[in-house]
Structures are given as structure tokens and as C-alpha cells.
């Protein structure tokens, strides 16, 4: 495993894997315990769109483990392939740093980054996939639920970067995801295809809000206007009229029900303050796990393969 721009492109042992290391990094971190696997390591966070959480716990994540971020804004480099190539950046930050994580509008800049440098490529976020999200989701509904296996995930909204990469994630380990959109915003056929092709009926999109939520072990949704979107923002604060993740929609689920969001949350649009605030509100505990899973990824893709240094 080079890189980790998509779910879908990762075996099943390594998601346990990383699961398994992120909860175990947790702990041990929680303890005092510090691991500083990555010194004298860096790493190069490119950002073509804002963000606190994946930010900070991959800023984070990388000084707990003793190597060293650098925070790039596009304007301090021109543009991403504006002022030079994709390829020549990436192969200009291949003699430099030994990983890159980049927020990107197009998916194929984080494609074109992996392709064109030797050293890990992480997708912190593009229009099509937020994989870290999902993962630090698994993980968050690991610890409420004690297992992943057949939990079912209500997702409340926009076919999404987000709702896609849970897509994967629940063909990859066995969840169910059922995306309630209006029309014109559904989870897309393809990734649909893709997900049940993984785990046959994890994936199932519907009109009706309502008829998810009925057997959910979760409700989880995301912003109606993503990153790049603002424009659309009067167009779809109407489209979205009746998908709000209000007291009357979770009242309709069972009452273990949880709620997620991947923040941040435009209270009063896809969710209620009521709700976020809610006793099952488990928003704060993902927001957490950011910074348990980039802990195990920077781990698993910047440390040297023992087979090569055996090898060496
Ligand atoms: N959930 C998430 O990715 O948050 P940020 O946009 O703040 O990084
Ligand atoms: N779907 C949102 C997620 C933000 C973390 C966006 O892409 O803006």
C-alpha cells in the first residue's frame, strides 16, 4: 500500500489493519505513551480548500509521532498545476519530504500526485472521496457498537465526497449504507455498482428520508452545500426542503439510533441543533477519531517496510 487516495482501493486486511492501529494508538497515546516512529520524517499538507479538522489531526498526528507538517495554501505555490504541473509538483516534493496529504477540488490532482511521486500520496478530501472521514467513521461506530459487521447506516442527503466513501467502506466491511437524497442528488450509479459489487446489497439509495431511518443503527448525514458548491447554495437550500435531521426524523428510529455528521454542521439546514446536541449525538467522537486514524495511516505509509530494510 503506496498511497491511500480511496477506500476502494485498499484490501480488507489493510482497513483491519489500520482500524486495529488506530484503536491501539489511541490507547496508547491516551496512557502517555508516544511513538516516534517518523522522526526526521516530513510531510508536505497541501490545501486547495479550508478545513480545521483533517488539518489540524493530520498537523497533529504527525508531531505526535515525531515528524515534522508543513501547511501549504495554494497561493503560496501558485495554484495547484496553475503556476507548474501536478506532475513536476509532485516530483519536486519527492526530493524534499517523504509524504504528501492533499485537499483537492478534482479527484485526478490526488491521482496525478500518486502516479507522479515515489514517496505516499493521501487524499485529505476531493470532490469525489474523503476516505479519512469514513475510516474514522468505522472506527467511531466500532467503539459504540463493539462490532461493524451489519450496523446500518441511514445517510440523510446530498449523494456526496462523504456518503460515497461510506459507500466503499460499507462494501469493504460488511455494513449497510442507505443513501435518502431528493432527486438529482442521489449517490451515484457507479459507486453504487462498485459498493454492491464488494458486499452484495450494502449500498441502496431511496427517496424517502423516513423509510431508512426505520431500521437505522445510525443516521448520519453532511452539508447540503459541499466545498466548491456556494454557488448552488439558494438552489439547494430548496432541493433539500425535507431532509433535515430534525427530532421528528429520529423519532422514527429505533432508539439505540446514533447520530453522525462528518462536521462542519450548518445547524438549521441538514441538522438541528436538538439533534446535535442530542444524548446520541456522537459527532465530537468522529471529529476525535480524525486524529486516531491519521495517527495509524502516517504510521502505516511513512514508516519503512521491514521486508526493506532487511533487504537494505
Ligand atoms: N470533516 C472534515 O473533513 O472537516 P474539515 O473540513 O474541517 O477538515
Ligand atoms: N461534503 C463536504 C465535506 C466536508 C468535510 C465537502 O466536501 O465540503
Redesign the pocket.
Known amino acids: 500500500m503506496k498511497d491511500f487516495l480511496a477506500i476502494s482501493d485498499c484490501s480488507v486486511p489493510e482497513l483491519q489493519e489500520l482500524l486495529a492501529e488506530s484503536s491501539s494508538l489511541k490507547a496508547f497515546y491516551k496512557s502517555g505513551g508516544r511513538d516516534l516512529c517518523l522522526a526526521g520524517k516530513t510531510l508536505a499538507m497541501l490545501f486547495e480548500?479550508p478545513?480545521l479538522?483533517?488539518r489540524l489531526s493530520f498537523q497533529v498526528a504527525m508531531t505526535d509521532l515525531g515528524g515534522s507538517p508543513i501547511y501549504v495554501k495554494p497561493e503560496d505555490i501558485g495554484g495547484i498545476g496553475k503556476r507548474e504541473p501536478v506532475k513536476d509538483i509532485a516530483r519536486v516534493l519527492n526530493r524534499y519530504v517523504q509524504g504528501i496529504m492533499a485537499r483537492t477540488f478534482e479527484h485526478q490532482t490526488v491521482l496525478d500526485l500518486a502516479q507522479y511521486a515515489d514517496i505516499p500520496v493521501i487524499n485529505a478530501?476531493t470532490?469525489w472521496s474523503?476516505p479519512c472521514?469514513a475510516m474514522a467513521d468505522v472506527l467511531t461506530i466500532q467503539e459504540h457498537f463493539s462490532h461493524i459487521a451489519g450496523i446500518k447506516i441511514a445517510f440523510i442527503g446530498?449523494g456526496?465526497?462523504?456518503a460515497r466513501s461510506l459507500a466503499f467502506a460499507a462494501g469493504k466491511l460488511n455494513m449497510k449504507l442507505c443513501v435518502a437524497s431528493p432527486s438529482g442528488y442521489e449517490l451515484d450509479e457507479e459507486t453504487i455498482r462498485s459498493a454492491n459489487a464488494l458486499t452484495p446489497g450494502c449500498t441502496s439509495q431511496v427517496r424517502d428520508p423516513y423509510e431508512v431511518v426505520v431500521d437505522a443503527d445510525v443516521i448520519y448525514t453532511?452539508?447540503w452545500?459541499?466545498?466548491?458548491?456556494e454557488n448552488e447554495k439558494a438552489k439547494r437550500q430548496k432541493d433539500f426542503a425535507g431532509y433535515a435531521v430534525d427530532g421528528k426524523l429520529v423519532a422514527a428510529a429505533p432508539r439505540h439510533v446514533k447520530i453522525m455528521h462528518?462536521?462542519?454542521a450548518y445547524r438549521g439546514y441538514e441538522i438541528t441543533d436538538e439533534v446535535a446536541e442530542s444524548p446520541g449525538s456522537i459527532i465530537f467522537d468522529q471529529a476525535e477519531n480524525r486524529l486516531h486514524f491519521q495517527r495509524a495511516l502516517l504510521k502505516k505509509l511513512m514508516t519503512p517496510d521491514p521486508q526493506s530494510l532487511l533487504s537494505c
Open positions: 480548500k478545513s479538522r483533517t478530501l470532490d474523503h472521514q446530498d456526496n465526497n462523504v453532511d452539508t452545500v459541499s466545498m466548491g458548491q462528518c462536521l462542519p
